[in-house]
C-alpha cells in the first residue's frame, strides 16, 4: 500500500519530459510544472519555430515567459527525496509525444503496452488486466502498441472491417457486404491475409535472392578493385621499367655518338698536328734557303756565286699545299642532321602510338556495364586521331594533308615497294591500330566509297574479289554513294536506309563485339550496326570507288 502511495506521489512531483522527480521546479503560465533545465531545453529547441508551448497541453506562447523556481514544489519534492521516494519505473513511465498512450487512463496517461484488435483500444499494463483474466476477453487478438488501429473501423458505417474485397481489393464491414460490395467476391480477412503472407514468403524469398545476388556481386567489384589496384601497380612498375629502359638506350645511343664524334675529333685533329708541323718544318727549311740566297745574291765573287748557285736554287717538291685550300669550317653537320632526323621519327613514333596507350589507359574494362554513347559529343569522348599508311595505299592513290586525305588519280604514284600493298583494289589501310573503344570519321566526295574495319592480315596481292573490303570475312564496310547505302560482310550485300550524307562515323568497342556505322550530319543516324567476336588487330580501311573521289579522316563539326 505504502508502495501505491509512494508511486502516485512520485508521478504527481515528477517531470513530464526527463520522467523524473522535479530538479528547481518551475510553473509556467498554464499551469504545468517541469524541472527548470528542462523546459529551458525545450523552448531553445522550439527557437526556430518562433514560438514556445507547453510540452503535455501544447498551449503556445507568443513571448518566452520568465522562469521562476516554485518554492512550495521544491520543498515537497525534497520532502520526497528524504522519504526515499522515487520516479516511476520504467515498465509504469507516462506515455510522452512519440509513445501509443493508454486509452483508458484518464488524467496524465501511462504508456500502452499492447492493442486489442477486437477493442480497437490500446492498454497500459495495468488496464490490459483483465485481457488475462476473463475468459471472453482471453480470445481478443492483442498486438504491439499501434496507432493505426482506427484505421481498422469503417468509416461509412463505424462498424470493424474483418472482411477483405478482392473485387475492390480493400477491407470492408458486414454493412459494406450488404451494400456496395454486394455480389462481390469477398473472403474473411484472415483468410486473405493468409494468402497475402504465401505472397510475402514468396516476395522475402526473391528480395533475400537478390540481397545474395547483390552480396555476391559486391564481391566482385571488390575483387575487380583488388584487380585494378593490382594490375595498375604492375602496369606503372612495367612502363616505368620500358621507359627507363628507352632512356637508357637512348643514353647509351647519346655516349655512343659522342665518344665517336670524340675519337673521330682526336683522330682529326692529329692528323692536322702532324701536317701541320710538316708543314712549319717546310717553312723553317724555306725561310734558311731564302737567307742563304739573299747571302748568295751579294757575293762578289763570280766563280763562287755560279758554283754554288745551282745546289741553293733547287727547291724540293712540295707535297702538302696543294691539297689544302680554303673552304667554310663545318665539321660533323651530318650527323647533327641525323640525330635531329632520329628525334623527328622517334617524336612521330610516340605521337602516333601515345593515342594507342592513352585509349588502351583509359578502357579498362570493369564489370560494370558501358552504355553506347548517345549524341556525336558522346562519340567525340572515344575519337582515336587516325592517318592513312602509305605502305598500304595502292598505287594510284595520292596521300595528301599529313596521310589523312586520300585522292584517286589517274596515274600511278611513286611509290617504292611494299609487300603491305595493295595491288589491285584501290585501298588503303589506317597506320594505326583500333585498340579499345574508339570512333571516327570519314568524308567523303565523288563517284562513291566504302568505308571499312578489316583485320591487319587482310590479303594485300591478287584480282579475285575476296581480298576487297567487305567481300570476305576479315573485313566490314558500308559502300557509300550519292544516293543509296550497303552493307557488305564475307560477299554478302545488305541494302541500308537511312539520310544521305558526306560523312560518315564509325564506333568500335573491340571487347563488347560491336561495330556501328553511322550517318553524320546535323544528328547522328544508325544505319548499321554488327555484333560478333573480334578475334585479331584491327585498323581502319578506305575504298575509292572513281577517278577524283576523296575521303578524308575529319574531327571537325558538320556544319
Not at 501544447?58 to 512550495?72: C, D, E, G, W, Y
Not at 504508456?111 to 488475462?132: D, F, G, R
Not at 596515274?411 to 570512333?439: A, K, M, N, W
Request: one cysteine or more.
Amino acid at each position: 500500500m505504502a508502495q501505491e502511495r509512494n508511486r502516485l506521489d512520485s508521478g504527481k512531483f515528477s517531470c513530464s519530459i526527463c520522467l523524473d522527480l522535479l530538479k528547481v521546479p518551475v510553473t509556467i503560465p498554464c499551469g504545468h510544472s517541469y524541472c527548470m533545465n528542462c523546459v529551458k531545453t525545450h523552448w531553445d529547441e522550439e527557437v526556430r519555430k518562433g514560438i514556445h508551448s507547453c510540452p503535455k497541453c501544447r498551449q503556445t506562447f507568443t513571448q518566452r515567459p520568465v522562469l521562476m523556481k516554485n518554492i512550495m514544489l521544491a520543498e515537497l519534492v525534497e520532502e520526497l527525496k528524504k522519504a526515499g521516494v522515487q520516479a516511476a519505473p520504467a515498465d509504469h513511465c507516462y506515455a510522452g509525444p512519440e509513445d501509443v498512450a493508454c486509452d483508458v487512463c484518464t488524467g496524465r496517461k501511462l504508456k500502452a503496452i499492447k492493442s486489442c484488435l477486437v477493442c480497437l483500444v490500446s492498454y497500459c499494463e495495468k488496464h490490459l488486466q483483465p485481457h488475462y483474466d476473463v475468459a471472453r476477453l482471453k480470445k481478443h487478438k492483442l498486438v504491439d502498441p499501434s496507432e493505426k488501429l482506427q484505421e481498422n473501423v469503417c468509416s461509412r458505417h463505424d462498424e470493424v472491417m474483418k472482411i477483405f474485397c478482392r473485387t475492390d481489393q480493400q477491407s470492408i464491414c458486414y454493412l459494406c457486404l450488404m451494400d456496395e460490395h454486394k455480389g462481390h467476391e469477398t473472403v474473411p480477412a484472415e483468410a486473405e491475409r493468409t494468402e497475402k503472407q504465401k505472397e510475402l514468403e514468396g516476395s522475402r524469398q526473391q528480395i533475400q535472392q537478390r540481397i545474395q545476388d547483390r552480396e555476391h556481386d559486391v564481391k566482385l567489384l571488390q575483387q575487380e578493385v583488388e584487380a585494378i589496384d593490382g594490375f595498375t601497380d604492375k602496369a606503372v612498375e612495367d612502363s616505368e621499367r620500358i621507359f627507363s629502359e628507352l632512356i637508357r638506350l637512348i643514353q647509351k645511343r647519346s655516349s655512343d655518338v659522342k665518344q665517336q664524334l670524340r675519337s673521330q675529333q682526336q683522330a682529326e685533329v692529329s692528323r692536322v698536328r702532324e701536317l701541320q708541323g710538316k708543314l712549319k718544318q717546310e717553312i723553317s727549311e724555306l725561310k734558311r734557303k731564302d737567307t742563304e740566297l739573299e747571302q748568295l745574291s751579294h757575293t762578289e765573287d763570280h766563280s763562287q756565286f755560279l758554283h754554288s748557285y745551282p745546289s741553293l736554287s733547287a727547291l724540293s717538291e712540295s707535297t702538302h699545299s696543294s691539297s689544302i685550300k680554303a673552304r667554310p669550317l663545318r665539321y660533323f653537320e651530318d650527323v647533327t642532321a641525323a640525330v635531329s632526323e632520329t628525334r623527328d621519327k622517334l617524336q612521330d613514333i610516340l605521337r602516333e602510338q601515345w593515342t594507342n596507350v592513352s585509349l588502351a589507359v583509359s578502357d579498362v574494362d570493369v564489370l560494370l556495364p558501358k552504355p553506347e554513347p548517345k549524341t556525336r559529343a558522346d562519340f567525340l569522348r572515344y575519337l582515336q586521331e587516325l592517318t592513312m599508311d602509305p605502305n598500304t595505299a595502292h598505287t594510284f592513290l595520292y596521300l595528301s594533308d599529313r596521310n589523312r586525305k586520300t585522292t584517286l588519280m589517274t596515274q600511278q604514284q611513286p611509290y617504292p615497294f611494299h609487300p603491305d600493298r595493295f595491288t589491285y583494289y584501290i585501298q588503303v589501310l589506317s597506320r594505326e591500330s583500333l585498340t579499345g573503344r574508339c570512333y571516327w570519321e570519314v568524308e567523303w566526295k565523288g563517284g562513291g566509297v566504302e568505308v571499312a574495319v578489316a583485320y591487319k592480315n587482310i590479303s594485300r596481292e591478287g584480282k579475285s574479289t575476296e581480298w576487297a573490303f567487305g567481300h570476305n570475312d576479315k573485313s566490314w564496310a558500308i559502300c557509300c554513294f550519292t544516293n543509296k547505302w550497303k552493307f557488305w560482310y564475307n560477299n554478302v550485300k545488305t541494302p541500308l536506309s537511312g539520310p544521305l550524307s558526306s560523312r560518315v562515323g564509325v564506333y568500335l568497342d573491340p571487347r563488347a563485339g560491336v561495330l556501328s556505322f553511322y550517318s553524320v550530319s546535323d544528328t547522328m543516324t544508325l544505319l548499321h550496326r554488327v555484333q560478333t567476336t573480334f578475334t585479331q588487330p584491327l585498323h581502319a580501311g578506305v575504298w575509292l570507288l572513281g577517278y577524283g573521289a576523296t575521303a578524308e579522316l575529319k574531327v571537325k563539326q558538320c556544319h
